[in-house]
């Protein structure tokens, strides 16, 4: 069993993870902000929580400190979601839950749950937000859960009134709050992040390199970077999504395939739903080798099957 810090002022605060399963790979803090030790010094879960200028390239585990309100302790299903850019920006990984038995603020004890967002890839310097739902499943019903707004102020770690503006132009009301992040640290020579596709070819050694770079004259003309849809926690390795425009409309498919024991070659197949000029760059991390396929603007994109697009090994 491993033991984890949120926070300290004047006493350290604990959380017991039950299992060494969730240690079995290396992490950085990305975000460490104190913990104020009054229960009184909390507020709704309806606020938001944003972070500015991430350092990480994916978020994995995020701890905050709950009370509920008096009379209403018990246990609740806590679901946390942290998006990008904004409050209704697109989906970090997605939503996660905590199911943990919760004291009054009378009692003054917090309860510190974590939510593990696996890894999922970000880009340094985004802006994640997050945003709580709540349900009670024992105790008195009809009480409200608070987080704790932390011990002062805190770089980079906002609270905003609600979470109705989109994006985030609402000034925040305070520069705290009780949360630790961190990012997991990774070896592979290709990073995943918000723009960063890593593909496998051996489960989990992400081989290739994959980007997307997008431009068209409609609109008054548009350009870009295409960002990833991940779909490896559907444990979909092969290849995944691009979007251009919103992340509920995905313009690329990816896949690649070990062709090697037919040709000694990668195969690399692209479908897209779009006339949107656009570049797909696809690298081997292992040596170097590249490939690149280029689709003019305002033509109908055509599939690509292409059977020799990098050597094997």
Sequence with gaps: MRARVLATIGAVFFTLYGSDAAWSVTRTTTALCTLSGSTTN???????????????????????????????SGTYIIS?????????????????????????????????PFFDFGGAPVTTGDTITFTHSFEQISGTPGGDLYFNVGGGS???VFETADTTHFPLDQPPIRNSVAILTDEVNLTSSCIPSDNVMCVDN???????????????????????TGQEIPL??????????????????????????????????????????????????????????????????LTAAFPVQDTSALPCP
Excluded at 93 to 111: F, K, N, P, R
């Design 232 to 297: 490896a926690p559907l444990g979909v390795i092969h290849g995944g999504l691009f979007w251009f425009f919103g992340a509920d409309n995905p313009e690329i498919l990816f896949k690649m395939v070990n062709g090697c024991a037919l040709n000694s070659k990668f195969w690399v197949f692209i479908s897209a739903g779009t006339n949107v000029g656009f570049t797909v760059h696809v690298t081997d991390t292992t040596n170097g080798n590249t490939k690149s396929y280029t689709n003019p603007d």
């Design 80 to 112: 946390l979601t942290a998006r990008r850019g904004a409050y209704n920006g697109p989906i970090i990984g997605s939503t996660q839950t905590a199911t943990v038995a919760i004291g009054d603020i009378a009692g003054g004890v917090y309860s510190f």
């Design 202 to 224: 051996d489960p989990g050694d992400q081989r290739f390199e994959v980007t997307v770079s997008f431009h068209t004259s409609q609109g008054g003309g548009i350009s870009g």
């Design 154 to 156: 805190c770089p980079g």
């Design 42 to 72: 909390a507020d709704l879960l309806s606020r938001g929580i944003y972070l500015t200028g991430y350092p990480g390239n994916n978020l994995d585990l995020v701890e905050l400190a709950y009370v509920a309100s008096n009379g209403h």
